[in-house]
């Protein structure tokens, strides 16, 4: 659409030259002005980015699949041993179900709490004209934090001496006790977290024709009532969207477990993420590694493919 | 009749949002309290941290700034990072605004695929190549360079770039381009003269993305540089907060000198930073 408009005053002709890849009535002959035009330069913009990314991702990645099934230790030949990694991975390495249950346990918090607070506060917001901006400015803000910063924050919010717990009277380190650890940090990634999400939700919430809403107050409906049946309708495939996002970002989670606990106390923070990195730049197990970091992706596909699944359904993701 | 209607509702908005204010003005404590608290410890001194810890300082102290800066070698590291943000944000400007240019205008044949080549690639979890990556890195010696970690932030950038880059490019009129290719311009020149002018706000949000993801990244960074003279802030104040654990004064004053320029830039071009993260500025 565009190169037609662009070139019919430059080629010298006066009717436009035809794109490659549309149907034509006239053919017309390759010259080699033509090829440039539409081959060539168009690519020669390309290529540097796509090459970068091929080789920063792509051969990696294809790398990362094979070494999935050899016993690589990073250094040196690989063998290939078939499935054995995947054996090892699912019936004889407890700390890896252990880790997945975790970044599952991640995830269903994720999934309740910064979209319940997500939702709270763009429905708030929705409705409020004076200051608005001022209040999208400050829930938006921790979200630019570094997580290091986040994480010194909440580490200091947390400590057993005179941080937020001891104003209750409780005097245990959170971060330091294998039942609360995981739930300290989850929730330090929620704070910075969910006003990302309350941005986007609020963002759809304004596309919702305000018809709607005049029609459910007309009809006496509540607040409770208003969000149920108007906003929430609403603003779905976002919501679902965001869904399917968080829940495949939450077998990535490293930075804050990493930061705030490396792991501990005893493993009990160890996601699947912290398992790799060890696995492959402490213990020496490239190739075991790799056929972790194959798992995540196809746990990462197959949320994918059931939410693919749903739409088929009918349910109108 | 419908007047009256209209009356009715907007009065009973009104009242309403006294309510709203409430929970969103406790909402705002909640998000921004610990960043204030985080800028307020930075001036107290560490006995009075234990006996004040949410208050605000009764001497404002600046020696903390000072201390931290020498102990946590940040002169070093904030050049560091610059170099890493300068270095990644141009080159994603130049090369994914290229890309983005041909993919808004040229029409390249298999232009569908690269989009659908860049979503694909832009989920792909990045564990599936990350320890792949790291021996390949090692293998060319790129560990513990500038240009080792800027090629890989490059690439792990650019399909939010080239998307959001191209958006902005196909909202342009084209006429003016034409009209420059009327009076002779080549290719690079509509480029640099007439794309590059118009479409500024595209490029300087993606470009603050890009820089705010480079300046907080962690994750890449402890992986792939070992050696202190190449640590970027944020893997720098790590390993200081590892030393100094408990030196909260100093730990609280390093992370504010960290974030200050970040939440300076935000609060100077807070709607750009927003537009920019929500379309689509995914954390790798």
């Known amino acids: 659409m565009a190169a037609d408009i662009a070139t ?16 034509s009535k006239r053919k017309r002959p390759w010259t080699r002005y033509r090829l440039m035009r539409y081959y060539v330069v168009p690519w020669l913009f390309l290529i540097p980015i796509l090459g970068l990314h091929g080789f920063v991702v792509v051969i990696p990645a294809l790398q990362g699949v094979y070494y999935s099934f050899t016993d690589w230790s990073g250094i040196g030949e690989a063998k290939f041993i078939g499935l054995r990694n995947f054996e090892e991975m699912f019936f004889e390495d407890q700390s890896y179900i252990d880790a997945l249950s975790r970044n599952v346990q991640w995830m269903i918090f994720r999934m309740i709490v910064p979209f319940s607070f997500a939702l709270f506060g763009a429905s708030l917001l929705a409705k409020v004209k004076r200051g608005a901006m001022i209040y999208r400015t400050a829930l938006f803000m921790p979200f630019i934090l570094p997580s290091i910063v986040t994480a010194t924050i909440w580490r200091y919010l947390y400590n057993p001496r005179f941080g937020l717990p001891t104003l209750v009277g409780y005097d245990k ?17 929620n704070w910075q977290f969910w006003g990302f999400l309350m941005v986007l939700f609020l963002t759809a919430m304004q596309g919702i024709d305000p018809v709607l809403y005049d029609a459910a107050k007309v009809d006496g409906a509540n607040r409770w009532q208003e969000f149920w049946h108007v906003t929430l309708p609403g603003i779905r495939p ?32 160890e996601v699947i993420a912290i398992d790799i990195y060890k696995n492959a730049f402490q213990r020496f197990e490239a190739g075991y590694a790799a056929a972790q970091g194959m798992t995540i992706c196809l746990f990462a596909s197959m949320v994918v493919t059931g939410f693919a699944f749903l739409r088929k359904r009918g349910w109108d993701i | 009749m419908i007047a009256k209607r209209e009356l009715f509702i907007f009065r009973k908005q009104r009242e309403s949002t006294v309510f709203n204010h409430i929970f969103l003005s406790l909402l705002v404590v909640f998000s921004l309290g610990p960043v204030v608290l985080l800028g307020v410890n930075s001036f107290k001194s560490n006995a009075e941290m234990g006996l004040n810890p949410l208050g605000l300082p009764q001497e404002w102290r600046l020696e903390n700034f ?36 041909s993919l808004a205008r040229k ?10 080549y860049l979503l694909v690639a832009s989920t792909v979890p990045i564990w599936l190549y990350l320890v792949p990556l790291f021996f390949m890195w090692r293998q060319l010696g790129f560990l513990n360079t500038y240009h080792g970690l800027i090629l890989i932030y490059t690439a792990f950038n650019a399909p939010f770039s080239i998307f959001l880059l191209r958006s902005y490019l196909i909202g342009l ?93 935000f609060l100077a071009l807070q709607r750009r930073f927003v537009e920019g993260l929500t379309q689509g500025g995914v954390k790798f």
């Open chain 1, 8 to 23: 019919p005053l430059e080629s010298g002709a006066v009717q436009a030259p035809n794109p490659p890849g549309r149907k």
């Open chain 1, 173 to 189: 380190a959170l971060l330091g006790q294998s039942d609360t650890a995981l739930w300290a940090i989850a929730f330090a990634d």
């Open chain 1, 238 to 269: 976002v919501v679902l969207f965001m869904m399917m996002m968080v829940m495949i970002w939450a077998f990535l989670v490293f930075d804050y477990v990493f930061i705030l606990t490396g792991g501990g106390p005893a493993g009990a923070t």
């Open chain 2, 66 to 101: 000072g201390r931290a800066w020498e102990q946590g070698e940040f002169e070093r590291t904030f050049k560091n990072s610059v170099i890493y943000v300068v270095g990644t944000v141009s080159l994603a400007l130049v090369f994914c605004g290229l890309a983005a240019y």
């Open chain 2, 107 to 116: 029409n390249p044949p298999g232009g569908n695929f690269v989009m659908i």
């Open chain 2, 173 to 265: 009129p084209v006429e003016l381009e034409d009209a420059a290719r009327v009076d002779g311009a080549n290719e690079l020149q509509v480029l640099l003269r007439v794309i590059v002018p118009l479409a500024w706000p595209g490029f300087l949000t993606v470009g603050l993305v890009v820089g705010l993801g480079v300046w907080s990244e962690f994750q890449v960074a402890v992986i792939f540089t070992h050696n202190p003279e190449m640590f970027p802030v944020t893997t720098s104040y790590f390993k200081f907060t590892d030393r100094f654990g408990r030196d909260w004064a100093l730990t609280n004053a390093g992370a504010f000198m960290m974030v200050a320029p970040v939440l300076i830039l």
